[in-house]
């Protein structure tokens, strides 16, 4: 089997279990199975595979086709310029939690000597971004999943960062200590009866600790805003990740005598989709909170 002949094979079989872009995804799983450049595909369709490299193509091809995701496959993925390794215990980084990394080094890259916390750390791609964009900056990451904060030390030590990112099992804040300028998040924040009816890359691989928000959604939503004020220095941010429809409902979650107004950002489709506060400086149940902490 050459070159051309394994794209169109694979294609139409990715088209007949329903995979978006199948021949894009042929191809790609093809080069992944040559440890080779998709340009090379295109300049040399006569081929021939191996045996060995048929019996690999024919694998991968047949996980994507149960729908399994391409970077579980591949245990790859690029987020905000940076290759990172991506395992079925965490989420796959999106384009959308660019614009939560974005607004986040805009905040602390100000700072002289920041530091923020990010709740459910997952793969390390937030936190590592950002440090890898402000060189002064100090991190804690949180999560409840110890292979989670094992692939964020992986890729924490790839990346360079390893010895500014502390990683920690926490349930949200629970026994983090200290105070920050920044904590950032992208909670679960699916409702609960919603996760059937996710993509099947989604629903089937993913891991539903870090998709299910609750009932509404919102539990760790509101979690976060309720604990946050604490964690954070005067006149402190913080920033998360929300689902497109929800900002209504997270809106009503700051109470005015902790929080300036909050603001949404919007995704690539113009959804609000990242929260962005900062708690007050001076009084009010935010000073409280930290006085007790």
């Given at each position: 089997m050459n070159v051309a002949d394994a794209i169109q094979t694979a294609t139409r079989t990715l088209a007949e279990a329903g995979v978006a872009e199948p021949a894009k995804e042929a191809r790609s799983l093809?080069?992944?199975?040559?440890?080779?450049?998709?340009?090379?595909?295109?300049?040399?369709?006569?081929?021939?595979?191996?045996?060995?490299?048929?019996?690999?193509?024919?694998?991968?091809?047949?996980?994507?086709?149960?729908?399994?995701?391409?970077?579980?496959?591949?245990?790859?993925?690029?987020?905000?310029?940076?290759?990172?390794?991506?395992?079925?215990?965490?989420?796959?980084?999106?384009?959308?939690?660019?614009?939560l990394v974005e607004a986040a080094i805009e905040i602390i890259g100000k700072t002289g000597h920041p530091s923020f916390c990010e709740i459910g750390v997952g793969s390390g791609c937030i936190s590592i971004s950002i440090l890898k964009n402000v060189p002064a900056a100090n991190a804690v990451g949180t999560d409840i999943s110890d292979a989670a904060l094992a692939g964020a030390r992986r890729n924490a030590e790839m990346h360079g960062v390893a010895d500014r990112l502390t990683l920690q099992k926490s349930d949200v804040l629970d026994g983090i200590p200290g105070t920050f300028d920044l904590i950032?998040?992208?909670?679960?924040?699916?409702?609960?009866?919603?996760?059937?009816?996710?993509?099947?890359?989604?629903?089937?691989?993913?891991?539903?600790?870090?998709?299910?928000?609750?009932?509404s959604g919102l539990d760790i939503v509101e979690r976060i805003v309720s604990e946050a004020p604490a964690h954070l220095n005067p006149a402190g941010w913080l920033l998360m990740e929300i689902g497109f429809d929800q900002s209504p409902r997270v809106g009503n979650l700051f109470d005015k005598a902790v929080w300036e107004t909050a603001q949404f950002l919007p995704d690539l489709q113009g959804f609000p989709r990242i929260a962005k506060a900062r708690s007050r400086a001076d009084t009010g149940k935010n000073k409280k909170s930290r006085e007790n902490t």
């Open positions: 093809l080069a992944f199975a040559l440890t080779r450049e998709t340009s090379f595909l295109i300049a040399h369709p006569e081929y021939e595979l191996t045996e060995k490299e048929t019996a690999e193509y024919v694998g991968y091809v047949e996980r994507r086709t149960a729908r399994e995701p391409f970077q579980y496959i591949t245990g790859r993925q690029e987020f905000y310029g940076l290759d990172l390794l991506i395992t079925p215990d965490v989420l796959i980084p999106r384009p959308e939690t660019e614009i950032v998040s992208n909670p679960p924040y699916v409702p609960a009866k919603d996760i059937a009816s996710l993509q099947a890359e989604v629903r089937d691989f993913e891991p539903h600790l870090a998709l299910d928000g609750g009932d």
